[in-house]
Each structure stands twice: as C-alpha cells, then as structure tokens.
C-alpha cells in the first residue's frame, strides 16, 4: 500500500510546500547568519548549519539515490562550506551556495566510487540503508521508497525534481544552481513529476495485473 505521503512527494496528489516545522528560516536571514559566520562568530555558525542541515540532507540522499551515504556526503559538504566561508560574499543565497556545494560533493563521491576499487558488491542498497538507519521514524520507508523511484530517473531530472519540489528552492535558484535556463527546469520537473507517476502507479497495481500487461 503506498502511502498518502509518497503519492504527493511524486506529485499525484497536492502537497502544502511544508509544513512550518519542516519549512527553512528566510533566506534572507541564512544569508545574514552566513555573513556574519564569515568572522568566526560561533552562534552565526551553528544557526547558519542549523537552518540548513535538513535541506542538504535531503539534497544528498536523493540527488545521490543513495540514503546510507546522506550523512557522510552532508558532513563533506559542511566541511567544505565552512572552510571556504571567508570566500561567500552573498552575491547568491547562502542555500543556493551551500546546495551548489553539495552537488559537488555527490559528484565528487560520484568519482571516487568509480575509481576505487570494488571490495564487495551490495546487490540491494535498499537493504543496506535499511540496516544503517533507525527505524520507526516518521516518514522512514516513505523516504526509502521514494529515493529508490528517483533512482530510476535521469540525473538532471533527479536533480531539478529534488530541489524544486523535496528542497524547495524556487525555479530561478534552482536553474542558477544547475546552469540551464529556468524552462529546462520546468521541463524536467514536469517529466520527472510525470515518471515518478507512472512507477508510483505501476507500484499500486496487483501483482498479477502486472504480469498480464
């Protein structure tokens, strides 16, 4: 039985953008938290990591189809963020510089994990995040089942589906963050949207109707 929440993360149903818990303080504010972290202010630092833990969070672990390794890639990118602090000037949002970070970070994971050599094959990653998480948390196998639909989507259309409609970042923010045009955002969100509904749909269907199609 897939669950209400899935179905509106893959856009067959409505979803509020967040509920208040869940939604990031103003950007306008991070920035500012960002800007005055530059100096070595502690407290602008932790609310600066605060505010968008959760965000980068999310980003790695759907962007990299890979939630075992969303703790790891977020600490990488918060590694790099404060070490190159001193360089953010504000020109974009504190977000869409951090969220820039992290895509290259999963692309630079990307790259070693080609390179290396294999020591053991994980057949089922589903398996391996399971093991590696706790479980009954809210949301837990929503988010399972959701990152193993993205990982059948293209990457550019992984990437556009996660920032504009699990991140939220605005189409304009998103686009400045891939470097392609608002409309091919809107393109491959609205392609996305339209796979992930059909996988979420397939998913619903009996097994033997399945088999008989």
Excluded at 59 to 70: C, E, G, K, N, R
Excluded at 81 to 100: D, I, P, Q, Y
């Amino acid at each position: 039985m897939i669950s209400p929440a899935l179905s509106a993360a893959c856009g067959k149903t409505h979803r509020p953008a967040g509920t208040p818990e869940e939604r990031t303080p103003a950007d306008e504010l991070v920035t500012a938290w960002a800007l005055t972290a530059r100096g070595g202010d502690p407290e602008a630092v932790e609310r600066f990591v605060g505010a968008l833990h959760r965000d980068v969070r999310r980003f790695v672990a759907y962007l990299s189809a890979d939630p075992q390794a969303a703790d790891d890639l977020a600490q990488d990118t918060f590694l790099r963020a404060l070490g190159s602090l001193h360089r953010f000037e504000g020109r974009s949002s504190a977000r869409v510089w951090l969220l820039s970070i992290a895509r290259r970070a999963v692309i630079d994971n990307y790259r070693y994990a080609s390179a290396r050599p294999r020591l053991a094959d994980v057949d089922d990653w589903q398996d391996a995040a399971e093991r590696a998480q706790e479980r009954g948390l809210p949301g837990f196998e929503d988010g399972i089942a959701l990152a193993d639909l993205l990982s059948a989507l293209p990457a550019e259309r992984r990437e556009a589906f996660v920032l504009t409609q699990l991140v939220g970042l605005p189409y304009a923010e998103a686009a400045e963050l891939s470097g392609c045009p608002v409309g091919t955002v809107r393109s491959r969100v609205a392609r996305a949207r339209a796979a992930l509904v059909d996988l979420l749909e397939d998913a619903e269907r009996p097994a033997a109707q399945r088999a008989s199609a």
